[in-house]
């Protein structure tokens, strides 16, 4: 089985939708999909009523979902590990133990060729629009990845 860990900053915004999204497209027989934050702001809370509002919009159900923190040993339990931007890729490389743990970690969006910027943009302190483009980044992005990491 795959195992894939989407990370972000607190893990209520951007990782828990990409949580969502790509365990929505895999058959859970051969992949599990998590999510963590590098960040211990929200630790046992649901994502952002925002997120959960998106999702939903998209037949998707994140409420269930809980933030916890990125920890050592998930270097061990997942086969890649997806940093939603630059400073949580850093975060999460830092705490690297060897290659092996660094060549886990990719920037989300690098598996996306069209877009330029390879920073997934944070909607927390903005409107829903901007849940929505993420969302619709992640949905696009994740639909990549599936490609890529084949069903």
Do not use: W
Request: charge should be negative.
């Amino acid at each position: 089985m795959t195992r894939i860990l989407m990370v972000c900053l607190g893990n209520i915004c951007r990782s828990p939708l990409a949580h969502g999204i790509m365990q929505s497209k895999h058959s859970e027989d051969h992949y599990y999909v998590d999510s963590a934050g590098t960040a211990a702001y929200h630790i046992g809370n649901a994502p952002d009523k925002r997120s959960i509002a998106v999702a939903k919009q998209n037949d998707l159900d994140i409420s269930t979902q809980s933030a916890r923190q990125f920890k050592v040993s998930d270097f061990d339990a997942f086969d890649y590990i997806y940093a939603m931007d630059e400073s949580n890729y850093s975060d999460i490389i830092n705490i690297a133990r060897n290659s092996d743990d660094i060549e886990k970690v990719k920037l989300f969006l690098e598996a996306n060729p069209s877009i330029q910027n390879k920073n997934m943009p944070d909607p927390y302190y903005g409107g829903s629009d901007g849940f929505e483009y993420v969302f619709n980044l992640i949905n696009e992005t994740c639909d990549l990845l599936v490609k890529e990491l084949g069903n």
